[in-house]
């Protein structure tokens, strides 16, 4: 099986940062009980009227995110069947309700638990000669556990069997499963259209437990561009996650041999920072049968011996960031930076520059 997934270092949230605020506004979130996030604050003050609320970037180098608007049969197949297990979704008969959106002018579906609800939110009698309105069908929905789960209030709380479920299944699957597999896997996005007036924009949603992997600070809502962010967005690709949860980090480049731009953009990253050796060691060594200090000796002979410490050697630094748009690890040594990705990465637009890496061994890297 293989998943969509999105690298996208910095993220954007509106409003407080105090968990024990969700649901303030709304008592019921579509993300989930995670953080809601975007690339697009000042739209999604709007889209959700949040008054101008403080903007939050949030900024994490490696920082994967799920992508909920490709899932194939796999993956809603493996997310289905694991919240079932779990007792959070269930089938279950509910009544869909036509109508059309007056700001868009366009047919919109809404589910409800029961047919007197329905009804009820169209505003009609079923007597009235509109029957064709509300139809019954068999949907994936919330059970009482799954939508506790979501942190739902209220009244929401108790009807939350018209909530549709499969987003939320993929969801709980990927927080509780998937990341075992993909550690870098932060949350979820769906990159829906930039269409204001239909309430859509490009969202996610990040893990309660991923936040500490997150630098937050405040934002100058005057100085988020936007429309540039939506440009910029970076695009969907696979991995395989049985084979990415064993891929090795390998030297890629250094400032020598690759593009100036690309270099300085990792170390200007807004999502880069400062790590120490043992980190970084740890870190280099995931999925290895080498360690972290091996892989480092391919490229640090001199240093093989034992006279000399990279640990020791404080004209060294070490650092987590994003090179040519996915997660990496870099040191300094002596002025050059040295880049290191996850092998489950190369075959995507990437040159191995590892001499220690055969050539059939880099075809077999692709997943």
Not at 300 to 323: A, M
Request: contains cysteine; charged residues 25%; glycine residues 6%.
């Amino acid at each position: 099986m293989q998943v969509s997934v999105r690298h996208i270092p910095v993220v954007f949230h509106v409003g407080t940062m105090d968990a024990k605020n969700k649901g303030a506004n709304y008592a019921s979130s579509w993300e989930g009980d995670g953080l809601s996030v975007s690339v697009t604050p000042n739209i999604w003050d709007e889209i959700a009227k949040l008054g101008g609320a403080p903007v939050h970037q949030l900024a994490c180098a490696d920082a994967l995110f799920l992508d909920m608007t490709t899932v194939d049969a796999d993956m809603w197949g493996a997310g289905t069947t694991y919240a079932m297990s779990k007792g959070l979704v269930d089938w279950a008969e509910v009544f869909v309700a036509r109508e059309i959106d007056c700001e868009t002018e366009q047919f919109r579906e809404t589910c409800f638990a029961t047919e007197a609800e329905a009804w009820e939110h169209l505003e009609m009698e079923v007597d009235q000669g509109f029957e064709d309105l509300v139809r019954s069908a068999r949907r994936l929905t919330l059970t009482s556990a799954g939508a506790k789960r979501a942190r739902f209030t209220g009244d929401v709380l108790e009807s939350a069997a018209g909530f549709i479920a499969d987003d939320f299944a993929i969801s709980f699957w990927a927080e509780d499963e998937l990341r075992k597999q993909v550690p870098e896997l932060v949350g979820c996005w769906w990159n829906e259209r930039l269409d204001v007036d239909s309430l859509s924009a490009p969202r996610g949603v990040i893990f309660n437990d991923s936040l500490s992997r997150f630098d937050s600070s405040l934002a100058d809502r005057t100085e988020v561009d936007d429309d540039d962010n939506i440009i910029e967005l970076p695009d969907q690709f696979k991995i395989n996650p049985f084979a990415h949860q064993t891929a090795q980090f390998r030297f890629v480049t250094n400032c020598v041999s690759a593009n100036g731009d690309d270099i300085n953009d990792m170390i200007d990253s807004p999502a880069s920072r400062d790590i120490n050796y043992d980190e970084f060691v740890k870190l280099l060594g995931q999925g290895s049968s080498k360690s972290g200090l091996a892989l480092l000796h391919q490229n640090f002979p001199e240093y093989e011996n034992g006279v000399l410490s990279l640990k020791k050697d404080y004209h060294v630094s070490y650092h987590v960031s994003t090179f040519k748009g996915l997660p990496a690890l870099y040191l300094v040594h002596s002025g050059i930076e040295y880049v290191y990705q996850k092998s489950s990465f190369l075959g995507k637009g990437f040159q191995c520059a590892d001499p220690y890496l055969a050539e059939e061994e880099i075809g077999s890297l692709s997943f």
